[in-house]
């Protein structure tokens, strides 16, 4: 039997939500789940929004989930942001809950354009000025990112759809709102209307600049750096690095920190590692957290961890005797895009450390397990999965698995990774699980 494909829209109840969840239901192909959290921040005007979704989701027969947030001051720093890690968590979990593996987002090119410009002026770089992504990594898409609000709300008019009005977004305080109302229309009296596209534009090609750096720094990284045995080093030599454009030697050293160091190096520090190893004398070292440590040795440069073998930051190794084994690895907070980068490795997997049951244990696969596969809301047979990714007869049963203190399945490597523990935008700590080769 196969299952109907599911999708959780994001609806407030103003115009963009309410065009998006028409061109969700107009597409015909996926069932809807409308998913709405009340932030309380308006008083009664929140409650009459909720109220108008809930209304709207039974009149079209959709299945809808409302949900309540931490009461906050709306005028308080940081409220947008917190107001939107915390609804974003609430979809994260509406979509475990009903089995949707994508949420789909009502931004729209206006919102491009304004914070292609937000970011300009807080002095993003290139992965920053191309703005909003059609996808994300965790599973968020946003259908609607190429129309302009002036079409969609003509066409609310035109089909009679009503939507409500958020007066908040009319208030200047924020910065959103100031660049929407105030710079906007100025750039827009000087260079006419058209730069509201051309600023669009700008962001797409930055979208395309970025693709292509990170293509070539993961391409040269595959090359040119070399890990070292044990708690060794990684290495790379200078002159090749010291040749390429500076734009892509900061890629580099970024990549190199998130995927290989679990470190998240700002841009000052980028570039005190690049100077370093362009300019640096043979003995030159920089420090660059969680004590690992860059250091020049002539034609080389080599990132070097000073922690004690066997132990990072005071987890233990769990080892299998005999063969293989598993690394455990304690490590600080690390954004949710980094653990899939670290999982797409396939030898490796981040878990929350608050919500792990912790010894772990790495014992051999058998007929009867069952796992919960990381985006779904309910267990499968082991068996299922691993005739789903393909494996072998011959390969399925004496695999390695990772399993917590209560023994629930946690991770088969190279496989797939359960639902349980997961990294998100408010993990404190992380704990890295490596599998290591036999020896």
């Known amino acids: 039997m196969r299952l109907e494909p599911v999708i959780v829209a994001a609806v407030s109840g103003g115009p963009d939500s309410m065009y998006l969840l028409h061109r969700l239901l107009s597409g015909k192909k996926d069932r809807i789940v409308v998913g709405h959290l009340n932030h309380g921040a308006r008083g009664r005007d929140s409650e009459r929004d909720q109220e108008f979704v809930e209304r709207i989701a039974e009149s079209l027969r959709l299945e809808h989930a409302i949900g309540k947030g931490r009461k906050r001051n709306p005028a308080s720093p940081g409220f947008e942001k917190e107001a939107r890690i915390e609804r974003h968590e609430f979809l994260r979990r509406l979509a475990a809950k009903t089995g949707s593996g994508r949420i789909a987002l009502a931004h729209t090119a206006d919102d491009q354009v304004e914070t292609v410009l937000m970011r ?16 994300s990594e965790d599973g968020i898409v946003r259908p609607i990112l190429d129309e302009w609000r002036e079409d969609i709300l003509k066409y609310l008019k035109r089909h009679m759809i009503p939507c409500r009005t958020d007066k908040s977004n009319f208030d200047t305080r924020f910065e959103r709102n100031w660049v929407r109302h105030v710079l906007l229309p100025l750039l827009e009296k000087r260079y006419g209307k058209s730069v509201r596209k051309r600023i669009f534009t700008l962001g797409e090609r930055f979208r395309e600049i970025d693709d292509y750096l990170e293509t070539e720094a993961r391409k040269w990284i595959r090359r040119n750096v070399k890990s070292g045995r044990g708690s060794g080093s990684i290495t790379l030599r200078r002159i090749p690095f010291s040749d390429l454009p500076s734009v892509l030697r900061i890629r580099i050293l970024q990549n190199i920190g998130f995927d290989r160091l679990g470190l998240s190096p700002n841009e000052r520090l980028l570039m005190a590692m690049d100077r370093s190893i362009r300019d640096g004398g043979p003995s030159a070292r920089v420090k660059i957290g969680k004590g690992w440590e860059l250091s020049n040795r002539y034609g080389e440069t080599m990132f070097v961890h000073h922690g004690k073998p066997g132990r990072e930051n005071g987890m233990p190794s769990v080892r299998k005797d005999g063969g293989g084994g598993l690394v455990v690895e304690a490590r600080g907070k690390l954004a949710p895009a980094l653990a899939k980068r670290v999982a797409a490795r ?39 999965v691993l005739i789903d990714r393909k494996i072998p007869r011959g390969e399925r049963w004496g695999r390695p698995a990772v399993c917590d203190a209560e023994g629930t399945l946690l991770w088969i490597p190279g496989v797939v990774r359960s639902a349980h523990a997961p990294v998100t935008a408010r993990t404190r700590k992380t704990v890295l699980l490596k599998l290591s080769p036999p020896k």
């Open 120 to 135: 300009f002026f807080e002095g993003a770089g290139i992965g920053g000025l191309k703005g909003i992504p059609r996808k």
């Open 346 to 384: 396939g030898n490796a997997e981040l878990f929350d450390a608050a919500v792990l049951k912790l010894p772990l244990a790495l014992r051999p696969l058998t007929a009867g397990d069952r796992i919960r596969p990381f985006g779904l809301a309910s267990e499968k047979k082991v068996k299922e």
